[in-house]
Each structure stands twice: as C-alpha cells, then as structure tokens.
C-alpha cells in the first residue's frame, strides 16, 4: 500500500503499488528458472570401460522377410509356412544359441502376419529379434 503524508485532504490514494506485484514476479521468474533444469528427464550413469572387440564375422543375424504377398523367406530362401518356419530356426538356434533375426516387412503387410512371424520366432527360442527399416 502507498501511503501519503497526513494533510487536511484526507481522501484515499488510489493509485497502485506495483513494487510488491514486481517482487512477486521476480520470485516466481527464479523459482522457474531453478527447477526447470530438474523437469528433464535424463539419466546421469558412468558407463563401465572395456577393451575394445571386433565383432564376431560368424555370428550374422538370420535375416528373415516377409514380402507384400506374405511370403516368408529365412536367409533369402522361401519357407511354405510358419511350422517350416519354426523348424528351420530351431535348427539355426541348434547351430548358433546366440542368434540374431533381423526382421525385413514390407509396409504393406497386414499387421496380424506380423504377429504370426514374431510369434513363431519368439516359439522357436530365438530373443533376439530387430526391425530393420529405411532411412526416410
């Protein structure tokens, strides 16, 4: 509040007092500015350090398509269905416990054949599954 010094005229001062409103501001534009940095949310680790490797030459991932047609394919040969599916990875699982699959779909592919393929691969042993896609 603003006061005046006391006269005959003793009517009251209207005008505001912005020097409170301004304080206010400050102290929310600082509390803003402190705990912004703390909304981020990231992960602060120190990462353990090893001798660099090279990568295993004879550990390629199995490389498995499925065109638009819905044509299964292992390593570029055509399997006829999911059970032959099943058994050739099994068989690759057999010579390789660590494999890969390397998942090749055409975007046209309707989800639920997608869904049977990762099915069967997940049904065969096989964890390691990734997409593989095209830079746009």
Do not use: R, W
Request: hydrophobic content about 50%; overall charge negative; proline content about 6%.
């Amino acid at each position: 509040m603003a006061f005046k010094p006391q006269s005959e005229d003793e009517t009251a001062m209207s005008e505001i007092n912005v020097t409170p409103l301004v304080d206010v501001m400050l102290v929310l534009v600082i509390i803003l500015l402190v705990t912004a940095p703390l909304l981020t949310q990231s992960v602060h680790v120190k990462l353990p350090k090893t001798v660099e490797t090279t990568a295993d030459v004879n550990a390629q991932p199995l490389q498995l398509g499925v065109d638009a047609q819905g044509v299964i394919t292992l390593n570029k040969t055509p399997i006829p269905n999911l059970l032959a599916l099943e058994a050739s990875l099994k068989a690759e699982l057999v010579k390789n416990p660590d494999c890969g699959v390397h998942l090749y779909v055409d975007k046209a592919v309707v989800y639920a054949k997608l869904a049977e393929v990762m099915a069967t691969v997940q049904h065969a042993g096989i964890s390691k599954l990734a997409f593989v896609t095209l830079e746009e």
